[in-house]
């Protein structure tokens, strides 16, 4: 008798502990090294005044609920004056969009996210123009004109050969790269296409206009940072040395602005084309794992990612050990998550589990936190967010009509805020568990001894003050397998998995988390 109650007292202690030492650990923020970022396009978030289009009143209503979802920054999708929906071709880089308010409106937004320390990190698209752009109206005009060399210029008759012969890229389906202004002999280069004429970088007087924008950003706005848009296209394919030594550059500058700016990176590819970027953009998306984590489920085969994600981090830790590494489950670009998983709940459930556990600084995309449809073409992964039943939402976008998340097939999430087993439930619970368990966020990571079948995707995170098993079963079928020695106390499971005698029991698709 005396034993147990020894036992229970002991007990009773280390539970103390822990509480508090979760209390400690939840006033942290592990932003920007492992903190959790939300991706939100405007034009399709929050409608304030109800014209149809999302706008940054909208965004400044639900910075609570960013919150409250586990978010320690916001990336948003481009926000300066442009003549398409998307805004990847800007036509002022110093200026907001007018359909998404004011430069007052965004600023009250910044001051407002702040507050709740909520970092910001506006889209940079530096690489190209509109062809509506100032620059570019003046540069077409003629061979004399003073912003003639702002862009890159050939005549026809030197570039016959080339004018067809760009080949399709990750992110390019575009195959002509130079484009006829209608006004002569000379055409322009255009990497995606006519749309957006490519920036010349050989200009000092363009790189001195980037730094001036960043500037103005940073320091009259105050932003955080910046998203890079298509940063291996500054300079063109060939000369991948003069684009490494661009972004040196540019994070120079920037970091002379404000010495803590964060920069983040869209190099579109493998790591072996990605991690030379790394000493000019600290943090760079990891493609690699986005694909491999949807190869991994759909093939239920966790060992694939575990590797996947071994290899990129060494062959990252061999250029430089300070990087951060950008995961993410989708994004603006890529099919909506819940269709790439065949909309598989259990599967899309895991993808998360999956992300919150493992390394890297993880981007969400907005709506996935409910299981919002898509896919392409673009508009339509980038649909409305459904705050409410249609016909209670007063902040819906009705800018395009949805074909995908639509009422009848995405829950609102006022509704799924009342079902403990929403999407929406599980997104905030993990988060969570992220943001209360330093191992999670920053610990290292560690495979185990034991040998299991492919399904199974098993490591140690561990970090100064904390070590955890994290176990996930990519399979369709139920198994048992040991436990390594030492791990005990369930710190997360999902429905279904039992522990006994040193073994586990895992259903489908089944994650777990141990301490010791
Ligand atoms: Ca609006």
Partial sequence: MKKQFEFSLLALLLLQLSVSQVEAQQAKNYWPKAGV????????????????????????EKLDYIKELGA?????????????YHKYDVTDYKAVHPDYGTMADFKRLLDEAHKRDIKVVIDMIINHTG???????????????????????????????????????LDSDNIRQWHDPGQGQDYYYGFFWGGMPDLNFDSPEVRKEIVSIGRFWLEEVGVDGFR??????????????????????????????KPDVYL??????????????????????????????IEALNKENGQLLYKKQKDV?????????????????????????????????????????????????????????????????????????????????????????????????VTPLALQRMDPNSYFNHYKKVIGLRQSNSALAIGSLESVSQT?????????????????????????NGLEISIPAGFSKPIYTTDGVKMNNGMLYLPANSSLILGK
């Fill in 131 to 169: 062809t509506d752009h100032p620059w570019f109206q003046a540069s077409k005009s003629g061979r004399e004109n003073a912003f003639r060399d702002y862009y890159v210029w050939a005549q026809k008759d030197t570039i016959a050969s080339y004018l067809n012969k760009k080949t399709v890229t």
């Fill in 313 to 409: 981090l060494d062959f990252y830790q061999g250029i430089t050990s300070d990087f951060i590494d950008a995961t993410f489950s989708s994004n603006h670009d890529q099919p909506r998550l819940l269709n790439d998983l065949k909309q598989d709940p259990a599967k899309y459930k895991q993808a998360l589990a999956i992300l919150m556990t493992l390394p890297g600084a993880p981007y969400l995309y907005y709506g996935e936190e409910i299981g919002m449809l898509g896919l392409k073409p673009d508009e339509q992964i980038r649909e409305p967010f459904l705050w409410d039943a249609k016909e209670k939402d007063t902040r819906r976008a009705t800018w395009i009509a949805p074909k995908y998340s639509t009422d009848a097939a």
């Fill in 228 to 257: 890079l848009d298509a940063a291996k296209h500054i300079f063109p394919d060939d000369r991948p040395l003069d684009n490494h030594a661009f972004w040196k550059e540019f994070r120079r500058e920037m970091e002379a602005i």
């Fill in 37 to 60: 970022t939300y991706e939100i396009f405007v034009q399709s978030f929050s409608d304030s005044n109800g014209d149809g289009i999302g706008d940054f009143n909208g965004v400044t």
């Fill in 452 to 476: 299991y079948p492919n399904s199974v995707m098993a490591y140690v995170r561990r970090s100064a003050d904390q070590e955890l098993l994290v176990v996930h079963h990519l399979g369709k």
């Fill in 72 to 84: 320690n920054a916001i990336w948003f999708m481009p926000i300066m004056p442009s003549p398409t």
């Fill in 264 to 293: 983040v990176g869209e190099v579109y590819d493998r790591k072996e084309i990605v991690a030379p970027y790394l000493p000019g953009l600290p943090a760079l998306f990891n493609f690699d794992f986005h694909y491999t984590l």
